[in-house]
C-alpha cells in the first residue's frame, strides 16, 4: 500500500480524536501517513463565530467518554467556534519547515484542551514560534495567503474522492477508512486492523 493520506481539518473534534487513535495505532501496526488539511467550515468569518458553551457539552462529554486516555478534551467547551483558514494556512509553511507533526499537535491541542481561538493570525504566530517557526516568517506567509492554492488543491482532491466526512483515510486517489465519529478506540483498532 502507498503512503495513507489523511483529510482533516484542525476545528473538527473528530480528527483530534481520529489522530489520537491513530498514533496509538503506530506502536502497534506503523502505516505512512501525510496529514492533508480540507478547511471543514470556509464560510465562518475569518476571526471565527461566538458558539454558546452549552450547546457544546454534550457533544464534548461524549467525545470524551469515546476518546479514554487517547486524548484529553478542556473540561469547559470553547465560547467559541474557530475559523482554521489561517492556521491551516500556517500548516502548510510549517510543513516547509519539516514541523508538520508538531504543529498539529500543538494547534490540536491549544484548540480542544487550552480554549485558544486558533483563528487569528497573532495565535498562529504565537503558537508556531512555541515549535521554533520563525514568527516573522510565518506571519509573512500566512497574511500573503502564500498557499491558498495548496488549500484549494486539497479540497479539490477531496471532492474528487467524494469524501464526506473528516478525518478521511485515503490511499491511491480511494477512501479506506472514514471518520472516527462514533468510534471508541477498540473500535477503531478493528477497523485499522482490517484495513491496514
Known amino acids: 500500500m502507498s503512503k495513507v493520506i489523511v483529510y482533516f481539518d484542525l476545528i473538527c473534534p473528530y480528527c483530534y480524536l481520529g489522530r489520537g487513535f491513530w498514533l496509538e495505532m503506530q ?9 492533508i ?19 457544546q457539552k454534550a457533544r464534548i ?3 470524551r467518554e469515546l476518546a479514554g486516555a487517547c486524548r484529553a478534551f478542556s473540561d ?9 483558514r489561517n492556521a491551516l494556512l500556517g ?5 516547509t519547515q519539516g514541523k508538520t507533526e ?24 504565537r503558537l508556531g514560534a512555541e515549535l521554533g517557526l520563525d514568527a ?4 509573512a506567509s500566512v497574511e500573503s495567503r502564500e498557499y491558498e492554492d ?10 474528487a474522492m467524494g469524501l464526506e466526512v473528516m478525518p478521511s483515510y485515503t490511499a491511491d486517489g480511494r477512501l479506506l477508512m472514514a471518520g472516527s465519529v462514533r468510534m471508541d478506540f477498540n473500535e477503531f483498532r478493528a477497523q485499522y486492523l482490517t484495513v491496514f
Do not use: C, H, M, Q
Open 27 to 35: 506502536k502497534e501496526r506503523p502505516v505512512e501517513s501525510e496529514w
Open 91 to 95: 500548516l502548510e509553511f510549517a510543513r
Open 136 to 139: 516573522k516568517a510565518l506571519r
Open 61 to 63: 462529554d461524549k467525545l
Open 150 to 159: 495548496t488549500l484549494a488543491r486539497n479540497d479539490r482532491a477531496a471532492e
Open 102 to 125: 508538531d504543529y498539529i499537535e500543538r494547534f490540536f491541542a491549544a484548540y480542544y484542551r487550552e480554549r485558544v481561538n486558533i483563528s487569528t493570525i497573532d495565535e498562529v504566530t
Open 37 to 55: 488539511p480540507w478547511e471543514l467550515n470556509p464560510d465562518l468569518p475569518p476571526e471565527g463565530s461566538p458558539v454558546a458553551p452549552e450547546r
Open 76 to 84: 469547559e467547551p470553547n465560547a467559541f467556534s474557530a475559523s482554521s
